[in-house]
């Protein structure tokens, strides 16, 4: 399909857990299902802004991420 970088397929939740990224129980029966979970990083891969819910139907709306990188670019003067 073109894609030009890596997908993850983590059947078995093993990088979810490592990452407390598993919302047990949260899923259809009772079975555990990922965290919606939205990460920046800047070009050296430091994390600078995490949205991390407990619901799955909450997701970082454009503006909130909008605005977490105008707040990185102010904290850093640069955009990465």
Same mark, same amino acid.
């Given at each position: ?56 139907? !909450? ?18 003067? !640069?955009?990465?």
């Amino acid at each position: 399909r073109g894609y030009t970088y890596p997908i993850l397929s983590d059947e078995k939740m093993d990088v979810l857990r490592k990452y407390d990224l598993v919302h047990a129980g949260g899923g259809s029966g009772g079975a555990d299902i990922a965290r919606p979970a939205e990460f920046l990083l800047d070009g050296d891969g430091v994390v600078r802004w995490v949205n991390l819910t407990d619901n799955y139907k !909450t997701r970082a709306t454009p503006a909130m991420v909008l605005k977490a990188l105008d707040e990185i670019e102010s904290s850093t003067g !640069t955009r990465k």
